[in-house]
């Protein structure tokens, strides 16, 4: 059998989601030259068994996130910990998964994917057991740094796995299909179990719930066909200095809000994410098959897509993390009624992620992309007159236009950035565009938890609308920067 690696979308291929509910690509495969697969048991290996075990990983994943936002202020009231704790406890896990989505594609390939699969998943299990039994907020953000670097393994071994159990392209359309309405799903159901476990049994059964899923994935794993294994070679020296990039940036910002600009922390974690940076393009250079080519940000069908997803991003995690604090905190509500209130969000978000193809076929990427930025930025200020005293209903209204901008937007660019490089990069575009998008989703975690906390542990309305400001001008100013960018494009075809 001949697998084949992630690779160029077509139109009409369905595309897939990430946690955040906004949608990536899928890409489709090529084929590549690859070592031999053990021999399986006959009669063992069911296509069905890896497209469940695809969907339940990708699934828990995603539900880990957004119920952990609703159960964040449970977690402090239990651990003790402070905002810049809470900000740790969603960062962790996002900067992990963001940092090692660079080269998870090369270790899964390496190690096969079933083998991949089977490591992350078992990791994520037992760090979420981690995560259940933390008696403070130290050893929670460190779980949740293992559940984060687990998950950015089992993430393209979910759907390596698919594309290799269903060699037909139309079998193979409809598992990925599925494998992407699960992801909406878990968007949708997230917050409400989270809500759900927090009150009836507790926030650590947020956690505990993972084992029986991961437990489940691990038996049918067996059902399913054993792996190639293809030489790739890894990048240690450019993932080590990514990490540290990531998580020193991170620190400066959330240190930086509690503690003051001056605090010694501050300049510290600075230096090392700038001397972090520095090495990381020194490795990059030297590297004979860097996860991240430098080359690539040279192109600007490659780095247009860079800057808007980033602020996509950051614009929607962000604005997830505050309401799930402005319901529960603000707004007094349980944890049960808070997860409902993102129920229509994510209902939007699956109805645009199907939507957004079909437009770009009778459109083009280009409209359907300026049109889902115009939306989202429009959505951040739509959201400034909240205060406590805002009805419910109009609240979820007005997260309608970030549902439908954000999910519009994503396929099509994705789409767009993947015809802007080779086949044999498609990949490695494909995880850096879902790496910088994490990285804009953590940042923005990190800088408007600062905000609202407002220099004490409470939840400061005007904080609140400084960082609907910062995010909607800076979709803003990306909306004018692609608006430029296509217009550039057009002009020699004029000519």
Do not use: K
């Not at 690509?25 to 070592?35: C, D, E, F, I, L």
């Not at 594609?105 to 390496?110: C, E, S, T, V």
């Not at 981690?130 to 998950?151: D, E, F, S, T």
């Not at 600075?270 to 040279?298: D, I, Q, T």
């Amino acid at each position: 059998m001949r697998p084949a690696e992630v690779g160029r979308p077509r139109e009409g291929v369905p595309m897939s989601s990430d946690e955040s509910g906004i949608p990536s690509s899928v890409t489709a495969p090529r084929p590549t030259p690859v070592s031999a697969p053990p021999a399986g048991r006959p009669g063992t290996a069911s296509p069905s068994a890896a497209l469940i075990v695809s969907l339940l990983g990708f699934t828990v994943i995603t539900i880990d996130v957004s119920a952990v936002n609703i159960a964040l202020p449970a977690i402090r009231s239990s651990l003790h910990g402070g905002m810049a704790g809470l900000q740790w406890v969603v960062d962790a896990y996002t900067l992990m998964f963001a940092a090692l989505m660079l080269s998870a594609g090369a270790l899964a390939d390496r190690a096969g994917a079933r083998r991949a699969y089977t490591v992350g998943v078992a990791l994520f299990t037992l760090a979420s057991l981690g995560c259940a039994l933390a008696p403070g907020i130290g050893w929670l953000v460190g779980a949740r740094i293992a559940q984060g670097g687990a998950a950015s393994v089992v993430m393209p071994a979910s759907l390596a796995l698919i594309r290799q159990a269903y060699e037909d392209p139309a079998r193979r359309a409809r598992a990925i299909a599925l494998w992407t309405v699960g992801g909406s799903i878990a968007l949708a159901a997230g917050p409400v179990l989270g809500g759900l476990l927090t009150e009836t049994a507790g926030w650590r059964a947020v956690f505990l719930l993972n084992l029986p899923v991961g437990a489940v994935v691990l038996v049918l794993l067996t059902r399913t066909a054993p792996s190639p294994r293809r030489p790739r070679p890894l990048d240690p020296a450019g993932q080590v200095t990514a990490v540290l990039t990531l998580a020193g940036l991170t620190f400066a910002v959330i240190e930086g809000g509690h503690a003051g600009w001056s605090s010694p922390a501050v300049p510290g974690a600075l230096a090392v994410a700038a001397a972090a940076g520095l090495g990381f393009v020194v490795a990059e250079r030297r590297h004979p098959a860097p996860m991240a080519p430098l080359g690539m940000f040279r192109q600007r069908g490659v780095s247009l897509p860079l800057v808007i997803g980033f602020a996509a991003n950051a614009g929607f995690y962000g604005v997830v993390f505050l309401l799930g604090l402005y319901y529960q905190q603000l707004r007094g509500m349980s944890g049960t009624a808070a997860g409902l209130m993102f129920v229509p969000l994510a209902a939007v978000i699956t109805a645009s992620n199907l939507l957004s193809p079909r437009l770009a076929e009778r459109l083009g990427r280009r409209p359907v992309i300026l049109v889902g930025e115009v939306v989202l930025a429009a959505a951040m200020f739509a959201l400034l007159p909240l205060d406590g005293g805002t009805p419910l209903w109009e609240v979820a209204l007005l997260l309608v236009p970030m549902g439908v901008g954000g999910a519009l937007a994503m396929p099509a660019l994705t789409a767009l950035l993947m015809d802007a490089v080779p086949a044999h990069q498609a990949g490695t575009a494909s995880g850096l565009f879902n790496a910088v998008r994490q990285t804009g989703g953590a940042l923005s975690v990190a800088v408007f938890g600062a905000l609202v906390a407002d220099g004490g542990e409470g939840f400061a309305l005007p904080g609140l609308r400084t960082s609907l400001l910062v995010a909607g001008s800076a979709l803003c100013a990306t909306t004018l920067l692609t608006g430029w960018a296509f217009a550039r494009e057009r002009r020699p075809a004029a000519g």
